[in-house]
């Protein structure tokens, strides 16, 4: 079948929005889905500029929602009519997916930048009968089509509106981060380092969990505005500011956590340096493959600190977004604030707001 994508040729090169081939013929557990907005993320842009391996040409977009129009033999939760926001990728058969830990499967990394099917076959894409890559998290989603597969997608009521409930990854990321691995306590002091799409949901998460303090360090003042408008209650330059000395002097002890939202690698003996004894820096941010960086281990050793990895908000998507839905129609949880809407055509218009931090979170929208 013939779809619209935007193909990101080479490193570094516009996304253009051409014609392809998709092979409509689904595969064990693959479904096709007609999207209807995707949301831009910094993946996105690691991917395009190969500081995160994928193969180009290729589709980008991995935070799609749309509607299922057909699906693939043994496919038993997922129909042709649902409604569906499209997230993290799994197989669904390893024993960490058995053991309800998906964001650890054990293909997680193969499904999410290989740029091949669920069955580990190349892509569906086509162009003039040559391969273009695709698949990112089993969905390259800047398309008006793609082959999703059963264990990725989410069912959500039809009432929703589809352009706006783009929570598949970097706001089910920032807010699984702060609810689902760090924790906090009613009482405790956060440190959220960048104010971006993951950062003002670590904020607005933060604040659910009845936080103190939430300390958003971020340079550009329009996003901090914005995080302060979401549950902030300091905000930090750290271009201007000494950030340890600062959070110091907010806590008077330094803080139980802290949270990197930035894929900037020199932020991470800073995370650690704003936390008290005993406190936990969570890392979500990813500067992109084979980048190494360093930091004092005594800093660790004598006070019991912790670094935690974090991947997808530790989330089960099936479980963990209907609550963030429900949360936002409590108006606990206004994810809304953070998205501007795009059309699809000024994708690259997006992708370079998104990078230059003119935008929180980009959303484009497919036509028709």
């Known amino acids: 079948m013939r779809v619209q994508a935007a193909v990101a040729e080479s490193r570094g090169a516009p996304l253009v929005v051409q014609d392809l081939e998709l092979d409509g013929e689904l595969r064990e557990r693959e479904i096709l889905v007609r999207v209807v907005a ?11 500029d190969q500081a995160i391996p994928f193969p180009l040409p290729g589709v980008l977009g991995h935070e799609g929602t749309g509607v299922v129009e057909r699906v693939g033999p043994r496919v038993a939760a997922v129909r042709a009519g649902d409604h569906v926001i499209m997230s993290f990728p799994s197989d669904g058969t390893c024993p960490n997916c058995l053991r309800g ?13 290989s740029g091949r099917r669920l069955d580990g076959s190349g892509s569906a894409l086509r162009r003039d009968g040559t391969e273009v890559g695709g698949h990112l998290f089993q969905q390259s989603a800047f398309a008006s089509h ?13 009432h929703l509106p589809l352009d706006r ?18 924790r906090p306590g009613p009482g405790d ?18 604040k659910l969990a009845n ?23 300091h905000t930090l330059d750290p271009q201007n500011d000494d950030v340890p000395e600062r ?6 002890h330094g803080a139980e956590f802290s949270l990197i939202c930035t894929s900037d690698k020199a932020v991470l003996p800073e995370a650690l340096a704003v936390l008290g004894a005993g406190g936990t820096c969570g890392v979500i941010g990813d500067p992109g493959a084979d980048v190494d960086v360093s930091f004092e281990i005594a800093s660790i050793i004598g006070s019991g600190k912790t670094i935690h990895g974090i991947n997808g908000g530790e989330a089960v998507a099936q479980t963990f977004l209907p609550w963030l839905i ?13 998205i501007e809407r795009y059309d699809f055509g000024d994708i690259d218009t997006a992708l370079r707001d998104s990078d230059a931090g003119t935008t929180v979170k980009p959303v484009l929208i497919m036509p028709g």
């Open 101 to 113: 830990r998906p964001r650890w499967c054990e293909s997680g990394e193969r499904l999410m930048w």
């Open 211 to 233: 936080c103190r303090h939430v300390i958003a360090v971020e340079p550009h003042p329009s996003r901090c505005e914005i995080a302060r408008s979401l549950g902030a209650t």
């Open 165 to 182: 409930f783009v929570l598949g990854c970097g706001i089910m990321t920032g807010a699984g981060g702060v609810l689902n691995s760090l």
């Open 189 to 206: 002091s956060i440190v959220v380092f960048g104010a971006g799409g993951v950062g003002t949901s670590a904020v607005m998460a933060a």
């Open 38 to 48: 995707c949301a831009v993320c910094r993946a996105d842009i690691l991917a395009r």
């Open 247 to 252: 959070v110091r002097r907010i806590t008077g």
């Open 326 to 338: 429900e949360a936002h129609e409590r108006g606990v949880f206004p994810f809304e604030r953070i």
């Open 146 to 158: 793609v082959i999703a597969t059963e264990m990725n997608v989410v069912m959500v009521p039809e």
